[in-house]
Nanobody, 121 residues
Framework: QVQLVESGGGLVQAGGSLRLSCAAS????????MAWYRQAPGKQRELVADITRGLSTNYGDSVKGRFTISRDNAKNTLYLQMNSLKPEDTAVYYC???????????????WGQGTQVTVSA
């Protein structure tokens, strides 16, 4: 069993920055990949970025060049640095653990409580 706790969300103006954190505990050593997802009201949950245990990264097209995913394996912590935020980045952000099938991230179905990010125009 893995527990995930996200933090760092908040209200920010467009163009601003936020840094999200996710602390993993429990059986987290078994997790290869980790990822950030987000879900805006009325929309499906979408993959924002993922990162392997070896620190290879992948980003969704809408956040490339603005967001940076990182992880500290020793601390079992995942981060998401978000710069140049836009109103369309407004969503609840969730961290997630998973594995890779080839280069494709496949998520496990356990989630933290999420953290709200709101970007005002």
């Amino acid at each position: 069993q893995v527990q995930l706790v996200e933090s760092g969300g908040g209200l920010v103006q467009a163009g601003g920055s936020l840094r999200l954190s996710c602390a993993a505990s429990g059986n987290s050593f078994s997790i290869d990949g980790m990822a950030w997802y987000r879900q805006a009201p009325g929309k499906q949950r979408e993959l924002v970025a993922d990162i392997t245990r070896g620190l290879s990264t992948n980003y969704g097209d809408s956040v490339k060049g603005r967001f940076t995913i990182s992880r500290d394996n020793a601390k079992n912590t995942l981060y998401l640095q978000m710069n140049s935020l836009k109103p369309e980045d407004t969503a609840v952000y969730y961290c997630n653990g998973g594995y890779y099938r080839g280069r494709t991230y496949v998520r496990y179905e356990f989630w933290g409580q999420g953290t709200q990010v709101t970007v005002s125009a």
